[in-house]
């Protein structure tokens, strides 16, 4: 070979060995960047988080499976929750929304604060934001998902404004401060004008709420919140008459022979009623639409009504009750919701229209405005009743039945056992059945469904019984014979899953003295299981006190009062 062929070999030589040390170091990069990937950590995401369907709003899919997110790929985009605009005019329009009855807000516990709002934002991959920490090692680092407001409508501000202004100035107001007004009335509940004003800019919504707020002619501003109905999903509307359990658990057809509710009126604030059903035919007395729309009736506010008044194969708690069908949850079928500045309607119309109690079988944040509305209704001697709730054991408190002023019911099946969906809290109230209920439905159909909006209902009608029976009843007596007459359930004594019991009825109806009869006999009053299978039999017999209301720290006696002749 020579010198110059072997010079030739060895510089192939050196360059397929620096070649192939080259390769090896690339691959050596590339291995140590795949392994850091790998140790990334991953978040698993609970499955009950929304899905977002941009033909309506929000809809929450508690099928949807878990999804892992590389975090180390940073966030999916942010995609905000889609709303259809209400037209404008004094007479909102909330437009129709699905939701899941089983979750409010659309987040599980962990990822909510102490007034349930949620804390992190949903991917649009349906993954709920859990905020990772930061990573240790150099490279990638883990983004935060921003944190959003799904208890409220985006860009929606209910506020109290100067009576005094007409409603060319309060647009001038809103147009000022970037701001459409979408409609604004007085409400005598409250002795106030309140609006619903809508950002118009784009502007982001706490600076437009802090400037809105300091002008002269905003008393209080505060966000538009979410409202849900609180029912589980109702099978196939079916025909058919099967046994109601819930009839012998609350011994209605007893007390049924002592009153049925007649000449007592119940405010359903819900979703539209089918008042031509033949289990509610003369049953509605009074309509409004807080939406002002023009939709049909609704499988929810049909079955609520009919809990409460049904009376022709079925058998509601108080059949001759009278119905104010307030409209307030918007959309034809499925599910529906409403909203702060609607939920104030209908209770300034309850409460300006003669309702003796009202129904709400529905649950949101604590919000400041419905607080002050629940208190006036409250103060003008309505009885106040709500779901406590179906965001299960770890939810926190859900308004408006962890206000004081309302009696909190949660939710029973056959077997008296807790719905397990059901709210927990000290304000429970009382429990009543609310698994598998049999109730009407819209175009005369019936349906089978669960929820705390059921249970809620029965026991409205069940104060409508009281009501027939003494109408000098006033709520915290009313409140007071509920409990004392109630079926203790769970451990002995009040807890925070049934309250004080398993509404009773029969034992309440007898508790309670006709209307200028002197007090009678009245079936045991404990709430605590002294003899749990007595209580299951035909009632004992003691004598009821009848003291002032002023005595009201004395909760171990019932009380009737004086109630305006109106009530």
Do not use: W
């Not at 995401?45 to 033909?55: F, H």
């Not at 509307?237 to 007893?254: F, H, V, W």
């Amino acid at each position: 070979m020579t010198r110059k062929s072997e010079s030739r070999v060895r510089a192939g030589a050196y360059a397929s060995v620096g070649a192939t040390l080259l390769l090896a170091a690339c691959l050596g990069v590339e291995a140590a960047q795949a392994q850091a990937i790998m140790r990334t950590p991953t978040i698993s995401v609970p499955s009950r988080t929304p899905t977002i369907n941009p033909s309506v709003a929000a809809r929450v899919n508690p099928g949807v499976a878990a999804r892992v997110v590389n975090v180390a790929r940073g966030p999916r985009p942010i995609t905000t929750i889609p709303r259809t605009s209400a037209r404008l005019g004094l007479t909102p329009v909330l437009p129709y929304a699905r939701y899941s009855p089983n979750l409010y807000p659309a987040c599980t516990a962990p990822y909510r604060d102490a007034d349930g709002e949620c804390l992190a934002q949903p991917n649009a991959g349906g993954g709920s934001g859990k905020v990772a920490k930061k990573s240790v090692g150099k490279g990638r680092g883990n983004a935060m998902p921003v944190a959003v407001n799904l208890r409220a409508f985006a860009n929606e501000f209910v506020a109290e404004i100067d009576g005094t202004l007409s409603p060319t100035e309060a647009d001038e107001l809103a147009r000022r401060h970037g701001l459409t007004r979408v409609a604004s009335e007085n409400f005598p509940l409250i002795g106030a004008t309140f609006g619903l004003f809508r950002i118009a800019d784009g502007r982001p919504s706490e600076t437009v709420r802090r400037e809105f707020a300091a002008d002269g002619s905003v008393r209080s501003v505060q966000s538009n919140f979410r409202y849900v109905l609180q029912d589980q999903k109702a099978s196939v509307p079916t025909e058919g008459d099967p046994a109601q359990y819930a009839l012998a658990k609350l011994r209605l057809p007893q007390a049924h022979t002592l009153a049925h509710g007649a000449n007592v009126t119940v405010a359903v604030i819900d979703s539209g009623i089918d008042a031509r059903h033949p289990e509610l035919a003369h049953s509605v007395a009074d309509n409004f639409d807080a939406l002002g729309s023009a939709e049909g009736p609704h499988v929810h506010g049909t079955g609520i009504a009919g809990v409460i008044a049904a009376h022709a194969r079925l058998m509601g708690s108080a059949p001759e009750a009278r119905i104010i069908a307030i409209r307030a949850f918007g959309g034809s079928a499925g599910a529906a919701e409403s909203s702060s500045y609607i939920i104030l309607r209908s209770l300034n119309y309850a409460a300006e229209h003669g309702a003796q109690i009202v129904n709400m079988s529905f649950a949101g944040p604590k919000d400041a405005v419905i607080e002050r509305a629940i208190a006036a209704t409250a103060a003008r001697g309505l009885v106040l009743i709500a779901a406590a709730g179906n965001a299960g054991a770890k939810s926190p408190p859900l308004y408006p039945a962890a206000n004081p002023n309302v009696i909190a019911v949660s939710a029973t099946d056959q077997q008296d056992k807790l719905f397990s969906a059901s709210n927990r809290g000290n304000y429970i109230a009382l429990a009543a059945p609310g698994v598998d209920i049999f109730l009407p439905a819209p175009d005369g159909k019936y349906q089978m469904t669960s929820g705390t909006s059921f249970s809620a209902a029965y026991v409205s009608g069940v104060a409508a019984l009281l009501l027939e029976r003494n109408s000098a009843l006033k709520p915290e007596a009313l409140r007071m014979t509920l409990a004392k007459t109630a079926r203790d359930l769970g451990s002995p004594g009040r807890d925070d899953l049934f309250g004080d019991g398993e509404a009773d009825a029969f034992a309440a109806v007898l508790a309670v003295p006709a209307d200028g009869a002197t007090p009678v006999a009245a079936a045991p009053g404990t709430t605590k299981r002294e003899d749990a299978e007595t209580r299951r039999g035909e009632p004992g017999i003691r004598a009821i006190e009848q003291p002032s209301l002023s005595s009201t720290d004395d909760k171990a006696t019932i009380s009737q009062v004086d109630r305006p002749a109106s009530r």
